[in-house]
């Protein structure tokens, strides 16, 4: 019963061709003041994906295996009858496994290419509301960055859309913004 | 033979359909006091031109009742009963019986034809008509043959009201005869209807003309005689029946006629009017065979001349061999990568590489083409719910008004009649739950007429149908309060459920709202197996209720499917599916019969070697203890394997749907479909893994595939 979350994310059916194929580039240069974001657990690790790639969020349906995919596919549910495949997103960004729980969701996220693809991730947090200046670009944090992280979000405590506060972030903490662009893609 | 019986079959459904989409424009006409007398000469076009073929194919019942709905449409025509709601029902009656007697066959007694007749005589009477025919009157043929349409139409009126009929023999002179005509229908304006008069055989001579009278009086005979002889010497006769017919003497004078419609005839022999040349009134009953329009039938004829009509099944084989043609593809995309791999072919491969991307190209064009032929418009289940609409409205007191979008949205054939019984229930749950009864309707500040809505639209690959009323809704605090009286749901769980979610308790079995079962719904059997049915066809079912205000279901397809016959086979705790054209037969596996050749293990059947491979060992999954297993004997060609499974689960027809673009590269699967309550099977690509199989053990050095 994961009613909420579940209400706010869907996609307009009018709206998901415009957020196909979102690219780091176009979303941060330029891009407009506020972002939204759906911010979430794996392994302890604070990430995010934008909101309008997030379709859905479900419960875990029983997967059925595919023999023979690759290993970061759990396998593949029929959502409203049509077959998506189920990613386990800690496999995707190479963490240790982690247990299946009560609070495990799967995201169904626009993958591009047509593609919805269920994403398993250990909890679902919140949606943030993000300024401009809240967005450190992942060219201008540097390093070794992988393809798929667009940047960090250091959302202030002010900007926070929390209507329950019990997932509040302190001060402190960061998002890992993904692009399900390059994170999904199968090289 | 049987060719021609189908080609029947279909004309004959097509000219049902038409005739259930005039009923229902007829039905709105009659509503709304507008009949149009075009549209029941259609439809009446259309039962006679039903009967005829269904006598010329040997289907006599429908032939038969197709006959009697004819008459009563003749009466319609001619105006001797008047539209109403019951004679609609008695006609919508009738087109659902001849539904039931092409479903079941030309030999059935599926469908009382008596009853059915029954049925017309009574709407007939009850319209103020009843069957009355011209040839039981004491009258001479050549009288009937140059009546009027229209005059005979008052004479069937009057025989049918059981007005007596009078033939009165007056003389005039013939430089008089105009007055003289004038002042006897003045006279008997007030006692009696004037039909026809006419020059009396073999009468008159000189200057004076004998004219018979035909007319219609209820009048007492000697008063009526009174009345017309005042002018001069008249000689008044009852017309008598041949049968001896009860008839009532209603007192209802028929309306004088119209002037104009009764041009005054020269009265003379020479200008007697001449046969009619068109649109003579129907012959009496018994020569109702002979076609009296044949326009109508031509018209029929070339409305379907562009259009042809194919049995689904040849559609079905072109796919399949589409299928072959497509495993031919590879194999020869096979054998070009092996001539790339000679250095002197090279410049050959690429050749062959360039046609044979053509060769698929061309096919997907041919696959594509195929499925667009199985392309229906939703129109004609459309119709044929609007037709349940009106009958189950009917029978429950309530107004409804249906309003449809989207008729022409084209979806596979199959998904159409699949189709048909989810979105009678409904329809038929909408009309008996959810849109109120007029009078509380109108309580409720709504008008007393419900709206029934039935929209369809393409959406990307789906087709998206949505069935909304305008009525009750659903209150949700009841449908979780009979979830939990019904142990559907436990008091914990209902604490915390969303409203959606309470909606969607309707979709569990054994679920049903009501404690009165109605003959229509509230049997809780309903929507559970609704969503169920949609599901199989690949589709999504989902709800949206307001208490109050309406309720409304949205149903989302795909536009087309492949609906294969399969066999269900369990394999390491998984269930899989083996498309059952590629299965020879399924046998219980002996493991004191299984001998080992160069590593591979072989059963002998019936005395061929049959090589075995056990799917969980080819797919790494974890073995379970068993002490039966099966082997699923599949062939392609000449070529078999035997797949060792741990349990068969019967055969079933299923829908394959394609596995997702991140999954296209793993081989052996053909797709996964969905086997209902969230459980997705995966569908065994059983040529590819056969092949693989096989070409594993002629070639064990080159592995599993190449890429």
Redesign the interface.
């Known amino acids: ?1 994961s ?1 909420d979350p579940k209400r706010q994310t869907i996609v307009p ?1 009018g709206q998901s061709v415009a957020v196909r194929a979102p690219t780091s580039a176009s979303m941060l240069v330029g891009a407009p003041v506020v972002r939204e974001l759906l911010a979430f657990v794996i392994a302890d690790e604070t990430y995010a994906l934008p909101l309008r790639s997030v379709r859905e969020i479900l419960k875990v ?2 997967i ?6 690759p290993a970061d ?1 759990l396998g ?3 959502v ?6 189920v ?1 386990d997103l800690r496999r995707v960004l190479k963490m240790p496994e982690g247990p299946t729980e009560k609070h495990t969701r799967v995201l169904l996220v626009e ?1 591009g ?5 269920g994403l398993l991730v250990d909890r679902v947090l919140q949606v943030y509301r993000l300024d401009e200046d809240e967005v450190e670009l992942a060219a201008v944090v540097g390093g070794d960055m992988s393809e798929h992280v667009m940047g960090v979000g250091r959302p202030r405590a002010t900007t926070k859309r929390d209507e329950d506060g019990d997932a509040a972030l302190g001060n402190e903490d960061i998002l890992v913004l993904l692009d399900p662009g390059p994170l ?1 893609r ?1 090289s | 033979m049987s060719d021609v019986h189908d080609e029947f079959l279909a004309e004959a459904q097509e000219i049902i359909e038409a005739l259930s989409r005039d009923l229902l424009f007829l039905d709105q006409a009659q509503k709304e006091g507008n009949v149009q007398p075009d549209l029941i000469n259609e439809v009446f076009r259309g039962v006679h031109t039903l009967k005829g073929i269904a006598g010329m194919f040997g289907f006599q019942t429908l032939s038969a009742m197709a006959h009697t709905l004819e008459d009563l449409l003749d009466d319609l025509r001619l105006g001797r009963v008047q539209l109403s709601q019951e004679v609609l029902d008695v006609l919508f009656e009738g087109v659902e019986g001849f539904q039931r007697l092409l479903g079941e066959g030309a030999d059935q007694e599926a469908v009382d034809v008596k009853d059915f007749a029954q049925s017309i005589e009574r709407v007939s009477k009850k319209s103020g008509g009843g069957r009355a025919t011209l040839e039981e009157l004491d009258l001479d043929e050549s009288v009937l043959a140059v009546l009027t349409e229209y005059e005979e139409h008052r004479l069937r009126t009057n025989v049918t009201q059981g007005t007596p009929l009078y033939r009165l023999r007056v003389r005039f002179s013939l430089t008089t005869i105009d007055s003289n005509l004038e002042e006897l229908k003045e006279r008997a304006k007030s006692i009696a209807e004037i039909i026809t008069y006419l020059p009396s055989v073999g009468g008159g001579d000189g200057d004076e003309i004998d004219l018979d009278v035909l007319l219609a009086s209820s009048a007492p005979a000697n008063e009526l005689g009174e009345v017309l002889a005042a002018g001069g010497e008249a000689e008044l006769e009852l017309i008598r029946r041949k049968g001896v017919r009860k008839t009532s003497h209603e007192a209802l004078v028929p309306p004088p006629i119209p002037i104009e419609s009764e041009p005054p005839r020269r009265p003379t022999p020479t200008s007697r009017p001449p046969a009619p040349v068109h649109t003579p009134a129907p012959p009496p009953k018994g020569a109702a065979g002979v076609p009296r329009d044949m326009s109508a039938d031509a018209l029929s004829l070339r409305s379907v001349a562009n259009t042809v009509r194919v049995d689904i099944r040849k559609l079905d084989h072109l796919m399949n061999v589409v299928g072959e043609l497509a495993i031919v593809r590879s194999a020869v995309a096979r054998i070009t990568e092996r001539i790339r791999s000679r250095d002197d072919l090279r410049q050959l491969a690429i050749e062959l590489h360039r046609v044979n991307r053509g060769f698929e190209r061309h096919l997907e064009e041919l696959q594509d083409g195929i499925l667009d032929v199985r392309m229906v418009p939703l129109g004609q289940l459309f119709d044929k719910l609007a037709r349940i609409i009106r009958q189950v409205a009917r029978e429950h007191d309530k107004e409804v008004r249906l309003l449809v979008t989207g008729a022409e949205t084209e979806v596979d054939k199959l998904i159409v009649e699949e189709l048909s019984d989810p979105l009678m229930h409904l329809i038929r749950n909408a009309i008996d739950h959810g849109i109120e009864s007029p009078k509380v309707r109108e309580l409720a500040g709504k008008g007393s007429e419900g709206i029934l809505s039935l929209n369809a639209y393409q959406k990307g690959n789906h087709v998206v149908l949505e069935i909304e009323d305008d009525g009750a809704g659903m209150n949700e605090e009841m449908l979780v309060q009979a979830a939990i009286r019904k142990g559907i749901i436990s008091r914990d769980a209902a604490e915390e459920i969303t409203s959606q979610d309470a909606l969607e308790l309707i979709f569990m079995p054994g679920f049903s709202t009501r404690s009165a079962i109605t003959d229509l719904s509230g049997r809780g059997v309903g929507m559970d197996v609704v969503k169920t049915n949609i599901n199989r066809l690949g589709g999504v079912v989902d709800v949206w209720s307001d208490h109050g205000s309406g309720t409304k279901f949205t149903i989302t397809l795909p536009v087309t499917l492949a609906i294969i016959s399969a066999l269900l086979v369990r394999v390491a705790g998984r269930d899989f599916a083996i498309p059952i054209t590629s299965v020879q037969e399924a046998i219980l596996l002996d493991r004191t019969a299984v001998r080992t050749v160069e590593g591979r293990e072989v059963i002998s059947l019936r005395g061929a070697t049959l090589p075995l491979c056990r799917l969980d060992h080819l797919f790494r999954l974890l073995p379970v203890q068993s002490d039966r297993r099966f082997v699923v004997v599949c062939a392609v060609g000449q070529r078999r394997v035997g797949f060792v499974v741990d349990g068969l689960d019967g055969q079933q027809d299923i829908v394959i749907k394609a596995l997702g673009k991140s999954l296209r590269d793993v081989r052996g699967f053909a797709g996964a479909t969905d086997l209902g309550d969230q459980r997705v099977a995966l569908v065994l690509d059983a040529p590819g893994l056969l092949e693989e199989v096989l070409r594993s053990q002629e070639l064990p050095s080159l592995g599993a595939e190449p890429s």
């Not at chain 1, 059925?64 to 995919?69: M, Y």
Request: proline content about 10%; hydrophobic content about 40%; aromatic content about 0%.
């Open positions: 019963m009613d059916a349906p029983p059925t295996g595919v023999p023979r995919a596919v593949i549910i029929s409203r009858g049509r077959i998506t495949t990613r993958a290419d047509d593609e919805v693809i999904l199968r």
